[in-house]
């Protein structure tokens, strides 16, 4: 297979225009499900990298969006500054998956997911449980608008930028680690296992660092989410949050980040047009699914970057 070459920085200044100009041009639906992109986008990168360069199989990242979100939530409305609830929900994440992951992370496979999916109903029903902190079914609203040097991010538009650099942000992060030692060390032990701990890589440390970096995103984007929706509830941490986290990987390509962001434009836009046709936009949403996992093993950035080869090389 013939590499693709690099984009020429040609190209830079033009799709930056482009992104900058689409909630000037868009209407105020588009630019909400381009916010929900991102969200998806940054808590789906944390299921892809710890997928697709370790072979952790995660079905609980909603339980770590939710921490993030419950963090924010709870700290800001009492007049805590926001980024004291992000960070907070982040450090918490990343404590339970440390501790959690260096246990479940010995597991593999089916036993692997499975684990990951107890956690996400456990957390889903604390949140539930716990009503003290997190409202139960009732919720917490009234959830502060972020305000950046003086501007209040109190609009789709302003949140898109802001969800956004953020992306581009974690974006650079993950690159960096899956073209980079790391990476290279991960996809070894991911693998052959077995031929890397022979070598002396500390594997399951690794492991775990990537699980917990996952939770870390899973949280980020639950604070964000917070701060959007101005209102937090059970329902939007149960399983199908997770399985919407997981699909972005799965149905872009997670060996990449461009995948991802695929997958995340995929699991936000595909729903909102096939919605157009009925209560069988479900049916079609799961055959359209069906349909790219079996079809493109790849991922649509497979397909896409196929393609992009054969108009290159002409």
Not at 18 to 26: F, I, K, R, S
Not at 127 to 156: H, N, R, Y
Not at 212 to 221: D, E, F, I, N, P
Request: glycine share 14%; proline share 4%.
């Amino acid at each position: 297979m013939k590499p693709v070459k690099s984009i020429s920085p040609a190209w830079v200044v033009p799709v930056m225009l482009l992104w900058a100009g689409l909630p000037l041009v868009l209407s105020h639906a588009f630019t909400d499900l381009l916010v929900f992109t991102g969200l998806y986008y940054i808590a789906g990168l944390g299921v892809g990298l710890a997928l697709g360069q370790c072979g952790i199989v995660n079905l609980g990242q909603a339980l770590f969006f939710g921490i993030g979100a419950y963090a924010s939530a709870a700290l800001s409305t009492r007049g805590m500054p926001i980024i004291v609830g992000a960070m907070v929900g982040i450090a918490i994440a990343a404590a339970i998956a440390g501790v959690l992951g260096w246990t479940i992370l010995r597991l593999h496979g089916y036993f692997l997911g499975l684990a990951t999916l107890a956690l996400g109903i456990i957390g889903y029903t604390l949140f539930f449980e716990w009503d003290w902190l997190t409202g139960g079914s009732l919720g917490i609203g009234g959830i502060p608008k972020p305000v950046l040097l003086g501007l209040a991010i109190d609009s789709a538009p302003k949140f898109y930028y802001l969800v956004w650099l953020v992306a581009f942000a974690v974006t650079w992060m993950a690159h960096n680690l899956i073209h980079g030692q790391t990476g290279l060390l991960l996809r070894a032990g991911r693998d052959s296992g077995e031929a890397s701990v022979s070598l002396g890589i500390r594997l399951r440390a690794m492991r775990t660092a990537v699980f917990a970096l996952c939770a870390m995103l899973g949280s980020l984007a639950g604070s964000l989410f917070a701060h959007y929706a101005s209102f937090v509830s059970v329902d939007s941490f149960g399983l199908t949050k997770s399985l919407i986290f997981l699909l972005v990987p799965v149905l872009g390509g997670m060996r990449s980040t461009g995948g991802m962001l695929v997958g995340a434009l995929f699991v936000s836009f595909v729903p909102y047009f096939l919605s157009r046709l009925g209560d069988v936009h479900q049916i079609l949403f799961g055959l359209t699914m069906t349909a790219v996992v079996v079809l493109l093993p790849n991922g649509l950035f497979g397909l896409l970057a196929a393609a992009f080869r054969r108009r290159l090389h002409g």
